[in-house]
């Protein structure tokens, strides 16, 4: 592979050449440094980032029925779960975070250089994939990302090789020649089907903007294992361009609305990046559906290897459900069955490799949230009604 990359030491130094006076000759301003950054990754010739395979296009006359939903995925390892998603008669599959594991050597990104050769790498394996392509093939598909495909673990926007990890992912999923590439982040929705039979599919960017998480102050501890909630009233998961997007968004007349965050919307008793480590932001998110009269808003998540379902009774205008899907293929636990339980927590976890599945029935208005095994059989689901999730 050619280099792409260069070090943040000698872009800081192209930084000090830009802004060099009499009086300071070496000065240097963080911004500089960052700037220079970003003007040295979005020239970087298409034809040297990674592209995968062509993706169908998105009908958005034809009401959506089936949407298929997964997270976490290891490209170097065996897939059978997305093999069977190949095989699934689906309109859609929401791939949403963590779709390559491409920060194994991210550690060293701080310290070295940005080329990030290693996501790189993880996207050329995947699109090479046997089962990715098959899927690809099969039906249309939107993205998003989370930390290991947003190059770090666990970052957000003080991440600086940021930009050419979001020219990666927009020039690997053929999003170089849409609105997305045209503004930093990657978020984006789109209306799918006739009136009275529309889903806005919402795709929020939970990493570009997101300021730093609090650390534990018990590390491993049940509930508190890397992070508990940030007291810090600058916290910001969205950004403000972002947060203004999505209230227009909100505002459009939809019937049903999938809003895809990479990480968990709904739970609060774990210690890991979730909505509700940003108390603040998480209000304000419920505070926006609410003040925009936004029916029909269900959440849809990843990032936890293990697979969940909520429902949320008593935070918002009408209940709000969220659906948990993960992992495709990189399981930790020994057993099927997660130990974890959260008050709003619909059974039982599910921890081996999954993916979910969301039903929409026009005629019953009805929806079911779905959890399959990697084998396609059903191990967990919900239904509820639509009439249930408006608040008119």
């Given amino acids: 592979m050619k280099h792409i990359g260069v070090s943040l030491i000698a872009l800081a130094a192209l930084g000090a050449c830009a802004t060099q006076t009499a009086t300071s000759p070496a000065a240097v301003s963080p911004q500089s440094a960052e700037e220079a950054l970003s003007v040295y990754y979005r020239a970087i010739p298409t034809s040297e980032l990674p592209s995968g395979p062509e993706i169908l296009p998105l009908s958005t006359s034809e009401a959506l029925t089936r949407v298929i939903v997964a997270s976490c995925n290891d490209e170097e390892q065996p897939n059978p779960a ?53 899927v690809a093939a099969a039906m249309p598909i939107l993205a998003t ?73 018990d590390y491993g501890a049940a509930g508190r294992e890397r992070y508990i909630p940030s007291t810090d009233p600058a916290q910001d998961m969205l950004g403000e361009a972002q947060w203004a997007w999505l209230e227009q968004e909100l505002s459009k007349p939809a019937d049903l609305r999938l809003l895809v965050s990479s990480i968990q919307v709904i739970p609060d008793v774990h210690g890991w990046e979730s909505w509700d480590k940003m108390p603040t932001e998480r209000q304000r998110l419920y505070d926006m559906i609410d003040e925009t009269e936004a029916n029909g808003v269900v959440f849809v998540s990843g990032d936890r290897h293990t697979s969940f379902l909520y429902k949320d009774e008593d935070r918002g205008a009408y209940p709000f459900y969220e659906i948990t899907a993960s992992s495709l293929n990189v399981a930790f636990a020994r057993e099927p069955d997660s130990t974890e339980v959260d008050p709003r927590q619909l ?44 608040a008119g």
């Avoid at 690997?172 to 590439?181: G, L, P, S, V």
């Avoid at 599910?350 to 191990?379: H, K, L, P």
């Fill in 82 to 134: 997305m093999a069977r998603i190949a095989e699934e008669d689906a309109d859609l599959f929401l791939f949403i975070g963590d779709n390559v594991y491409g920060d194994r050597d991210g550690r060293n990104y701080a310290n070295a250089d940005f080329e990030l050769a290693e996501l790189h790498e993880s996207y050329a394996d995947l699109g090479v994939s046997e089962a990715y392509n098959a």
């Fill in 145 to 217: 990302w989370d930390d290991h495909d947003f190059g770090m673990n666990d970052f957000g926007r003080n991440f600086a090789g940021r930009i050419l990890a979001e020219r990666m992912f927009e020039n690997f999923f053929h999003m170089d020649d849409t609105e997305i590439a045209d503004y930093p982040g990657v978020y984006y929705s789109r209306m799918v089907g006739p009136e009275g039979q529309r889903t806005q599919i919402i795709m929020l960017d939970t990493r570009f903007f997101r300021s730093d998480l609090m650390p534990t102050d």
């Fill in 347 to 390: 059974g039982l976890g599910y921890t081996f490799g999954n993916y979910g599945e969301i039903e929409i029935d026009w005629d019953a208005r009805q929806i079911n949230f779905v959890i399959n095994d990697e084998t396609g059989e059903e191990v967990r689901s919900t239904s509820f009604s639509m009439d249930e999730i408006n």
